[in-house]
């Protein structure tokens, strides 16, 4: 599927993370494998420390604390929002949904639009796409869109295969229409249901309810450990489908969009590890010094928040002053992968805070 | 073929990999261990192991690892 936008900005991005870090080599023993054999794995799989939110915290928790932020610092006003959108794989509640949550406790107008999308690694991508098809309704009104997860509360503390790599938090960024600002956006997504078992919590929806049966742990076999209320990401398997299906793809993107390598300032992608992250440069012929990988070693995968708070964390000064072509994309749950280049930059705000979350 | 035994029984020395006749199956090797392999390999050949070819059936046997790191020789 393809679309062109026209017009369409982001205008802030702001991160909020809990403020618990969490170090790679403090939890090594919580796994069943040899201690130097698991320490491999930081330099080449980007390990280091991961932020994890408590037990307590959810995504509205999050979204709530950064949308007050950006009220209380007049970053926008209550009257501006048109719609909230919530892009997570963790509800609060099956109902009421986190985008009315965030609209009660922000004390937000009854005359928005409030909805919810559940989508994973690809959330920012789709949520950036419900955004700019929204815009064309709401002229002058801004859109916030959350992207946030709190995926420790579903991945087990013994499972090596999965837990290293996860981290929580969310982003919110506002989007608006430019009608002045000359920004060619375009979309591709691709999806395969088929393949969709390769990221899987398999308890907690009404296929199965979650039990004590569903809660016990279980040995994996491979010395990983964990329980059917747990996430499981088939590591391989969503590496190969990464690397067939992702550089065709982009090289086809880059073809309908008469657009070259070249003409990239920066490549904003999707942060599942370093070593995915590095193969893709490699197959898909992408400069690494215009890639940032290094989200995973610093607050772990964010999920679909991964690609604002790459933003926040690497370019936040170059964003706030000056324009940059970006090539965007995302693959993971679904499966799903879609890119989209637009032009970001001359933000105006973009930060990563903490809470006590 | 010795250079790669010697390299796997470095990864995971709790294994014999001559006794075995597929790594995988047998569960000498897993995702995180080609991940530490292929890393090893690279650096020691200056080679780069190619994303697609990274799958379960290139690491089942040092033979087959010694194929896949030629095979990007060339």
Redesign the interface.
Known sequence: MQINFKNKRIASILGVLPEQEYLFDDEVNNYSF?VR?TL??K???GFNKHRLAKDSSCVSDFAVYAVNYMLENNWLDRDEIGAVIAVTLCPDYFVPHISNIVQAKCDLSNNILCLDIAQGCCGFLIGLMQSFMLLDKLENKKIILINGDVLSHKVSKRD??DFPLIGDGAAVTVLENCDNYNNNIYFEMHMDGKRGDALKVPAGGFRMPCSPETAVMQDQ???NFRALDNMHMD??AV??F???EVPPMLESAFKNSNLELNNIDYFLFHQPNK?MLK??A??ANLPEDKLPMNLVENYGNLSGASIPFIIALNLQEEFLKYEYKCCLSAFGSGLSWGVMFMNIGKLEHCEIIESNL | MEEILKILEEIRPEFDFKASSNFIEDGLLDSFDIVTLVNILEEKYQIKIDGLDIIPENFSSAESIFNLVNKNKN
């Open positions: 040899p054999q491999r794995l330099k080449v799989m090596r295969n076999g491979d010395g590591g391989s590496f190969n990464v690397q067939a070593f193969k893709l490699e197959k």
